[in-house]
């Protein structure tokens, strides 16, 4: 092997190793600022109401949902209805299949229901 090329490489190797060294210290950061919209809605808004929510969502379906697979829907419908009042209280308007697949998402986050019970409860839901 080329004595340039070996050379490259522990250069590459310390340059690599400091990088990560001051990532990992705190004094190098990355300050990645996300602005996008869904359906005219803020990403960190939606983010926000997300991470509110997950925890009430759990809650909820542990309080109201038995188990039994024709119930889940009613549940759902009951926490989507919910979800929506919620969003435009923080003045967000998200229409009802983002805020579906929102609660979708963080019922599987739960492992509360089966993934084929849980897609025929979506369905069901309006």
Not at 14 to 27: K, Q, Y
Not at 47 to 70: Q, V
Request: net charge positive; hydrophobic share 50%.
């Amino acid at each position: 092997m080329p004595q340039w090329l070996i050379a490259f490489i522990i250069l590459d190797l310390v340059i690599t190793a400091v990088v990560i060294a001051l990532f990992v210290s705190g004094r190098l950061k990355l300050n990645v600022k996300i602005e996008g919209a869904v359906s005219n809605v803020n990403f960190r808004d939606l983010m926000e109401l997300t991470k509110d929510k997950h925890a009430r969502i759990g809650e909820y379906i542990r309080a109201n949902w038995s188990g039994a697979p024709e119930q889940l829907p009613s549940v759902l419908e009951t926490l989507l209805a919910e979800l929506e009042r919620d969003a435009q209280s923080r003045g967000m308007t998200i229409d009802r299949t983002l805020l579906k697949s929102i609660l979708a998402s963080s019922v599987r986050q739960h492992h509360l229901a089966k993934g084929k019970e849980l897609e025929q409860a979506m369905k069901q839901v309006a």
